[in-house]
């Protein structure tokens, strides 16, 4: 498989330069040349394959020949050996819960294949490679745990001091061999700005070989595919589901319509956002705006300018209608969110997320617009993370504490481990020159 960018001013690539790059030189994201045509006796058999099995045959296409077959066996059953189950909340809405990997979130899936691939493809470079990223919470944690031990990779995260959740400071801190902690004392912004400069840095540049695990690499955007698979293989009804995204930078949902696009049925997608409802607007009024984006309580999709929405049109080739006819989106506020969290646990005894939340509530209302048609419109949220990482929302809306997976559980017995740094950007400059 081809990848050429979608400002078409940058050389063809394949997946293992798209990877290593990131982002094409043009500034555009990559796209493959064509979408593969999974045969249709493996979709209709779906439930007869393994997990592994159905990784392998969707991810192959994408592949091609950057990473032999062996290689690509061993990174897909490495990145998916947990469970993503399919939960029923009520007789039209299911919740396929993407919580159950390392860090409780669904990241985790993107950043586990993509930290494979980026050793795989570094083992004959002598220099090591320094992954630096910053994190407003939910994706440093995937990536810390994505890359953690990789050989050749060391990895910088940085992070706001105070703002982030006991469970995700864990999981950010206490890692220890290739991962570094950096609590700097500012918001996300501050931490976004100084990793940005860095990448512009000739002194650092110079000195390291730095590379981003952003959300627009192709080898974190396309295993996302995998979920709706493996929500397929356990959905039971004959009509194909309606399946709605909690959104931010959209590379999930675009991910879950490009399976879609190679075979997969599904009846319509909808995008559930936050206030930040750029895509929201956009699908009714055909004009695209990006936002400063605005704090919310499902904060892993505050985005003002969602990156992989392009991906999104030039599925459909760009044509407004074609795409319309497929996506929906809702915007849901805080108040909406929260009150969603304390309905749908004291009526079905289900407890979500914030952002699970958003995506429910999306769902019920599309489900209400067209009257009657509640069970010929069933679907699946997906869970993007657990509740027991937004503890102070999601525990005043369901009136009681949540309890800790024990999945997590050993978290809490191990030592933060984190170099404080002020937003000075000259700060992290000379710790990382003479580290
Ligand atoms: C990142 C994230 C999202 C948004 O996913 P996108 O692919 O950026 O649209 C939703 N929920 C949670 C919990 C996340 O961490």
Known sequence: ?????????????????????????????YFPE??????????????????????VTVMQPYIGDSLPNVELQRIVA??????????????SIYSLELFHG????????????MSRCLGYFNRNNNQKVTVL???????????????????????????????????????LT????????????????????????????????AKLSLTSANSINVARWLPQQLYYFYAHQQWQQNEAPVVCVPSGNFGNICAGMMAFASGLPVKHFIAACNANDVVTNYLQTEQYQPKQAIATVSNAMDVGNPSNFVRIQQ??????????????????????????????????????????AVAYNALENYQNQIPNSKFTNSGYILETAHPVKFPDVVEEAIGKKIEVPDEVKYLFDQQKQSILLSSNYNDFKEWLMNK
């Open 102 to 113: 390392p860090t409780l979130a669904f990241k985790d899936v993107g950043a586990r294949f």
């Open 315 to 356: 599925i459909f080739n760009n044509g407004f209608s074609a795409l319309t006819n497929k996506l929906s989106s809702v915007s849901v506020s805080d108040e909406t969110t929260k009150k969603t969290i304390t309905k749908v646990y004291k009526d079905y005894n289900y407890t979500l997320d914030p952002h699970g």
């Open 34 to 55: 064509s979408i593969p045509q999974l045969p249709k006796g493996f979709i209709e058999n779906l439930k007869q394959y393994s997990k592994e099995e159905i990784g």
């Open 174 to 205: 206490t890692l220890g061999q290739n991962i570094t902690a950096l609590e700097v004392q500012g918001n996300f912004d501050d931490c976004q700005d100084i990793v940005k400069q860095a990448f512009m840095d000739a002194d650092i540049n």
């Open 133 to 171: 990223v910053a994190t407003s919470g939910d994706t440093g944690g995937a990536v810390a745990n994505g890359f953690l031990g990789v050989e050749g990779v060391e990895v910088i995260i940085l992070y706001p001091s105070g703002k982030v959740s006991p469970v995700q400071e864990l999981q």
């Open 1 to 29: 498989m081809k990848y050429y960018s979608l400002n078409k001013q940058s050389p063809i690539v394949n997946f293992a330069e798209a990877t290593v790059k990131g982002q094409a030189p043009d500034k555009g994201l």
């Open 78 to 91: 490495e990145t998916i050996n947990f469970n993503f189950p399919l939960v029923k909340i009520n007789e």
